[in-house]
């Protein structure tokens, strides 16, 4: 079997796992009996949370057993099967719910993140990808070198190519200010045409999709960026973190249509140095 064609296997199953975590999901939102627990990091949980990641890593679990897993509530595992021995060699990374806080509001932008990923070093490289809305009926796709799509269809970023012209999201203010960054969100904020804050995963799906130009994002886990790090690139975009880098676990990211990225990292240099 080739490569590619294992790859665009990975992404039908990123696709069934992001499908059957939502399924899980669903039920619980805008229930008013919703119990909402506080993890170690004061960031919220909910039943929710855990019934989506184990929906997600039964159905990665029965397809690939010795693939490993990395997801936000339920950890590490070399092998998904728990034998001892190598395993394939690819990861799956998996946040149940982004956008815990947006869920236990009522407020639809949550989303599943699903990544594959091969290599186990900081420049792991995403193969394929899967997020999905499930609240709003988007779900978003890409594998690696195919292109990426919403509902089956090729989304593709906007051509905006100066910031006082782009459109730019955020989460919060608050991010910026804990990192130390209040001089790049003032620079983003005024120096762009518009601003949205606070859609988690669903403003990089926003600049996957034409709608927004650039995100910058502090303070994110290698499960809140793996996933639309690969929808973005294959939308046309770039992904690379505030220095230009691409690890997935430098805990910081920027998005953006590509046209942008430049004038934005340089941006970046000249605020932070
Ligand atoms: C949050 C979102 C947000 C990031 C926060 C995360 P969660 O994810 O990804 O964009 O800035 O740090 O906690 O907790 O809702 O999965
Ligand atoms: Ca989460």
Same mark, same amino acid.
């Given at each position: 079997m080739s490569?590619?064609?294992?790859?665009?296997?990975?992404?039908?199953?990123?696709?069934?796992?992001?499908?059957?975590?939502?399924?899980?999901?669903? &039920?619980?939102?805008?229930?008013?009996?919703?119990? =909402? $627990? +506080?993890?170690?990091?004061a960031s919220p949980v909910t039943i929710a949370d855990r019934s989506a990641e184990a929906a997600a890593r039964a159905v990665i679990a029965a397809a690939c057993p010795d693939d490993a897993w990395l997801g936000e509530e339920t950890g590490t595992a070399t092998r998904l099967d728990g034998q001892d021995g190598p395993g394939s060699g690819r990861t799956w990374i998996v946040d149940p719910i982004d956008g815990t806080r947006n869920f236990v509001?009522?407020? &639809?932008?949550?989303?599943?993140?699903?990544?594959? =990923? $091969? +290599?186990?070093?900081?420049a792991e490289r995403v193969i394929a990808s899967a997020i999905g809305f499930p609240a709003l009926g988007e779900w978003y796709e890409a594998v690696r070198g195919g292109g990426a799509r919403c509902n089956g269809l090729p989304i593709a970023v906007s051509s905006v190519s100066e910031l006082a012209q782009a459109g730019f999201g955020y989460y919060t203010y608050e991010m910026f200010r804990q990192h130390g960054l209040e001089t790049v969100f003032q620079a983003f904020s005024s120096g762009t045409a518009e601003q949205r804050g606070g859609g988690d995963a669903y403003l990089h799906m926003l600049v996957a999709s034409g709608r927004l130009d650039v995100c910058v994002e502090p303070g994110l886990q290698v499960w809140d960026i793996a996933a639309s790090s690969l929808i973005v690139e294959e939308a046309g975009g770039r992904f690379s973190d505030l220095t230009g880098g691409r690890d997935l676990r430098a805990g910081h990211a920027v998005l953006s249509n590509g046209a942008l990225h430049t004038a934005s990292i340089a941006l970046l240099h000249r605020l932070r140095h």
């Open positions: 490569v590619r064609s294992t790859w665009w296997q990975a992404g039908a199953l990123a696709q069934a796992a992001a499908r059957a975590a939502g399924a899980a999901a669903m &039920p619980w939102f805008r229930r008013a009996d919703l119990v =909402v $627990e +506080g993890k170690a990091d509001r009522g407020i &639809p932008l949550w989303s599943v993140l699903v990544a594959c =990923v $091969e +290599g186990t070093d900081v």
